[in-house]
């Protein structure tokens, strides 16, 4: 039987292209419940390249030892756009958030690190009560500023799930609860059903409160580094529940803690890029239900 092989790597695009589009589109696969992505202490809004990556490029390069659990090495601030556009905005499945919180310190500059795959602050359960109406300048007046960013990726529509990832929050918003409501918020909005005007009334107790309108997953999952244990805690306290390891899960960049395993002679990719072993965890609709404990 006669076949062929179409396949060709992908070309890199133009530098200005990694800003995205003009108006910029999110291209996410679900629909976007703003309200749900508000509460009294953060808001998760769509990272846009105009307007949040400097700051976040800032935070990474103070710190770059702070990187120690990503997979990938980010080197630059083009570096950290072409992998923003490619690995998150291009695809459907995942979408990129910066996280908004009231500045613990508005009159000084705020300086930042890289928290990946999680992070180490209190953590607060996640809950269902409603959103409550958010402003720009939510409570006592007191101005936001962007605190870090949160993703979901990997978000399927046809098995109903999704997984957190890229929890960055900056030193200056830690051991202030900033991430563990930003997970929150994903789990809400995530996990809730979709709207109908049923449930609408239901959540919907007051004037100032918006109603909790989610996506209707089953299913919420984390992947860390099986050494991250700062990461594992953060998820099991926001209610995951551990599943299991899985061994050689995925190949990361030159210089990052792999396994410890040495590759055997031949591999097509060579020593020098190690595999790692993933802790998978899962918070799932039936845990939601429950009080969103495991």
Same mark, same amino acid.
């Given at each position: ?38 509460? /009294? ?37 083009? =570096? ?28 000084? @500059? ?16 996640? +809950? ?34 999704? /997984?957190? @990832? ?32 049923? +449930? ?38 926001? =209610?995951?529940?551990?599943? =299991? ?12 803690? =792999? ?33 969103? +404990?495991?």
């Amino acid at each position: 039987m006669r076949y062929i092989n179409s396949y060709k790597p992908a070309v890199q695009a133009e530098l200005h292209r990694y800003y995205g589009p003009d108006p910029y589109d999110i291209n996410w696969a679900f629909p976007l419940h703003e309200d749900t992505l508000k509460s /009294e202490r953060v808001i998760l809004t769509p990272f846009r390249p105009s307007i949040h990556v400097d700051e976040l490029w800032k935070q990474i390069d103070a710190h770059p030892a702070l990187q120690h659990w990503l997979p990938f090495e980010i080197a630059t601030k083009d =570096g950290l756009l072409a992998t923003i556009e490619t690995r998150l905005r291009r695809d459907p499945g995942a979408i990129l958030f910066a996280i908004m919180a009231h500045h613990p310190n508005p009159a000084g @500059g705020s300086t930042g690190t890289l928290c990946p795959d999680a992070h180490a602050e209190q953590v607060h359960q996640p +809950s269902k009560a409603p959103a409550s109406a958010a402003k720009t300048t939510m409570g006592m007046g007191m101005a936001m500023a962007m605190a870090g960013v949160i993703a979901l990726i990997k978000a399927s529509p046809a098995n109903l799930s999704a /997984e957190i @990832g890229w929890v960055i929050v900056f030193p200056a918003f830690q051991r202030r609860h900033v991430a563990s409501n930003a997970v929150a918020l994903l789990l809400r909005y995530c996990l809730e059903l979709p709207s109908d005007s049923e +449930s609408e009334s239901a959540n919907a107790n007051a004037a100032t409160r918006a109603p909790v309108v989610g996506l209707g997953l089953r299913r919420v999952q984390w992947f860390t580094h099986a050494e991250n244990e700062a990461s594992r805690r953060t998820a099991l306290r926001m =209610g995951f529940r551990e599943e =299991g390891t899985l061994r050689w899960e995925r190949v990361i960049a030159p210089g990052k803690v =792999g396994n410890g395993i040495p590759v055997r002679d031949g591999d097509p990719l060579g020593g020098a890029r190690p595999s790692r072993h993933s802790v998978v965890l899962s918070l799932c609709v039936d845990d939601w239900e429950g009080g969103g +404990s495991g």
